[in-house]
């Protein structure tokens, strides 16, 4: 999980026709080793509504969930807690497939036939597809029978005597996964459930859901007058605007445990973060880590060496799905994708050598001048 960081110790130079820089503060305590991320700006920042901060927390999506925000005049905490678990109810009752009655789940358990979906589902599967077609499949979010074959969907762990899946239970989800073979309706806003006589397709969004709530949280606030806000869940983080003292909202990098990466905070001014990480949700069987993180092409856990892959993007579902994508595309072709896509991209490789890290150009560039 990224967290919330102190100001850093180090001043990003920026040339004198940009806009105003964000204000930095004057150390993290004890730590002159950190690595400073501001990412580009294009607007200079705007002075919140008020003088205040407020912290809200809760649970949901089977994770936590925290806010800081600038109050505006007339709005009380009450109403912001109550608006944040409504957005997030709203999000679970479209897309868990944890919740049965969920439309996700609805159309995952529908026979073989033509399925009419919601506007909000109609657009985030649309989305989904979208990306699925620029990474060849690398984030799919039709790989919900492989996530249970695996053990990491609604049905819970395998036997723990035997947690791997046959070669023929592989390819039995399989034959019933793949963004290809989602055939939609464009005319009547449907989905087709044809996995098999009886269905058998099962979506999954657990690659972008996080980050599209954290989206959905933020526009949320700023209808509210909350320009200047913090959101996270289960470490997705996006920032939007300033602190009242003109300080833009400080995070802190999660490492992988023995990363060569330096301590990194990073300034999200409309900015967002998401990290995927080999060990977050996985299991071991006969000293193997098997990740939850699915290769569509092969049906099984990535297998590639990359232990965590951290994306920067202005939308937390784009980075969400980035990051997922570029943990399947593996250490090679993930950071030639990310360079030609101009995506600001931190890769971290096990290696015979050890933990080996790797920047896309568009990363090494939010770097504080003095390191980089």
């Not at 905490?77 to 678990?85: G, L, M, V």
């Not at 060990?279 to 092969?298: I, K, N, Q, S």
Request: proline share 9%.
């Amino acid at each position: 999980m990224e967290r919330c960081a102190g100001s850093p110790a180090l001043t990003s130079k920026r040339p004198s026709s940009a806009p105003p820089p964000l204000q930095i503060g004057a150390a993290v305590e004890g730590r002159q080793d950190s690595r400073v991320l501001i990412p580009p700006t294009t607007r200079a920042p705007e002075r919140p509504p008020s003088d205040l901060i407020w912290s809200l927390a809760g649970e949901s999506m089977g994770t936590t969930w925290s806010v800081r925000l600038v109050p505006p005049p007339g709005v009380g905490q009450d109403a912001f807690q109550a608006a944040i678990e409504e957005e997030l109810a709203r999000i679970i009752a479209l897309f868990s497939p944890w919740t049965p009655s969920s439309e996700i789940s609805r159309f995952n358990n529908a026979p073989a036939g033509t399925w009419k979906l919601s506007d909000d589902f109609w657009s985030l599967l649309n989305a989904a597809l979208d990306l699925a077609d620029d990474v060849n499949g690398a984030v799919d979010p039709t790989l919900g029978a492989l996530v249970d074959l695996w053990g990491f969907g609604p049905p819970g762990p395998r036997d723990p005597l035997n947690p791997l899946p046959s070669a023929e239970e592989v390819e039995a989800a399989l034959a019933v996964s793949g963004w290809q073979k989602l055939r939609l309706n464009r005319d009547a806003q449907a989905a087709v459930q044809a996995g098999g006589p009886n269905g058998g397709m099962k979506l999954d969004f657990s690659g972008i859901a996080k980050g599209h709530a954290v989206d959905r949280v933020s526009a949320r606030l700023t209808e509210m007058g909350a320009t200047s806000h913090l959101v996270e869940i289960g470490g997705e983080l996006l920032g939007r605007g300033v602190k009242p003292d003109a300080q833009p909202w400080w995070v802190e990098i999660e490492a992988v445990p023995g990363s060569p990466a330096p301590h990194t905070v990073a300034a999200l001014f409309d900015m967002a973060v998401a990290t995927s990480g080999d060990w977050r949700r996985a299991f071991v069987h006969e000293e193997r880590l098997y990740p939850h993180t699915l290769d569509g092409a092969t049906g099984r856990p990535v297998d590639n060496g990359l232990a965590q892959v951290t994306v920067f993007d202005a939308s937390a579902m784009r980075a969400d799905a980035w990051a997922t994508a570029l943990t399947v595309l593996g250490p090679f072709d993930g950071p030639e994708f990310a360079e030609a896509m101009q995506i600001a991209a931190h890769f971290v490789e096990r290696t015979p050598r050890g933990l080996v890290e790797r920047m896309s150009p568009a990363f090494a560039a939010m770097m504080d001048e003095e390191e980089a």
